[in-house]
């Protein structure tokens, strides 16, 4: 008898894990657009994957932490790019409250549109 309700259980089991879909993991991939001016205060699309709806982001434009980020759907984030002072590629850095962190190598690049960054004046 009793071999009769381990297989019972052993074949629940097996049933039971078949039905489970493999869930491919969260990634980060691209931004879009991937460049924007010196002052900031640019939309961008934190494009990727599996993005979970049950926790918070902070996204980094190198070491620059982005003051406003929110999660568009489940394949993209939406972060406000911080103010630099100088132009080129950074990397952005995507850190999870659940402790995950994502790099995009080199994933944006700030560019020097020209004019004054706010604040600045004119040499006299």
Known sequence: MHGGILGVI????????ACEKPRAEMAFHELDPDFGGLQGGKTVRVVGQRVRLDIGYAVYFGQLRSAQVSIQSEQALLAVTPRRTTPGLVDVTIRADNGSVFVIRQGFKYINQGGHLLGESEAP
Do not use: K, Q
Not at 10 to 17: D, E, N
């Open 10 to 17: 052993i074949g629940a089991v097996l049933v039971l894990a």
